[in-house]
């Protein structure tokens, strides 16, 4: 049986043209990391049918582990997201032009999920591999946030199946006349994610790292 590990990227959204995060999936599909096969797999910028999709492709594919990528402009860093939280408040419209706003994901839901991959072990590969890498102690409250969040809701009970997601800062060709915008080669990109899904199949429990963050 082919083991795999799902890799997810969105659509461009938010007037971009590209999206790291599907780039990044793309660059690493086919691609055996541990003893696995990364499939790639891209999701609409869409609340609902993100999510619904993402589901789709756990039930078909059935990997060991499940990591999904979104694109956080700001960020100098690539940050795996330490916990989901049950909320949609959308600052702008999603591509269906949708715009929640403090709405629970799933009603009487849990307030959080905790991602089920070693985060703190995948900072520690990116950077000795020479990528920016950092906890993240928020996937905001966007679209990310919700694939984050339903997909853990999916995989509570399902311990077999580790989960999570990671922020990629924008591509050098999207922060090019947004002055003050930090950026990362696509190059870095994927390989900060190629070692950090090593380090997410060699570490089920996390390493016991600094990683937190002042309020
Ligand atoms: N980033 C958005 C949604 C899609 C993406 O790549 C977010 O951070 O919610």
Not at 90 to 102: F, K, S, V, W
Not at 159 to 188: D, N, Y
Request: hydrophobic share 50%; net charge positive.
């Amino acid at each position: 049986m082919t083991r795999r590990i799902l890799l997810t990227g969105f659509d461009a959204f938010g007037g971009e043209v590209i999206n790291p995060s599907w780039l990044v999936a793309q660059a690493l599909h086919g691609e055996v990391i541990g003893d696995a096969t990364v499939v790639a797999q891209r999701l609409p910028c869409v609340f609902g049918q993100a999510s619904s999709e993402l589901q789709a492709a756990v039930a078909a594919q059935r990997p060991l582990l499940v990591l999904a990528l979104g694109q956080a402009a700001g960020r100098a860093e690539l940050t795996p997201e330490r916990v989901a939280i049950n909320v949609d408040d959308a600052r702008i419209a999603d591509n269906a032009g949708a715009q929640p706003l403090d709405c629970a994901i799933v009603a009487r839901g849990p307030a959080a999920y905790f991602s089920t991959l070693p985060v703190k072990a995948m900072v520690a590969a990116m950077r000795q591999a020479g990528v920016p890498a950092a906890v993240s102690q928020t996937a905001g409250t966007f679209v990310c946030n919700h694939v984050f969040y339903g997909l853990m809701h999916m995989l509570r009970r399902r311990r077999t199946v580790r989960g999570g997601f990671m922020h990629l800062p924008l591509l050098p060709e999207q922060a090019a006349g947004k002055p003050g915008q930090p950026s990362l080669p696509l190059a870095q990109q994927v390989a900060g994610v190629r070692v950090a899904l090593a380090a997410a199949c060699a570490h089920r429990i996390d390493l016991h790292l600094g990683g937190g963050a002042l309020g």
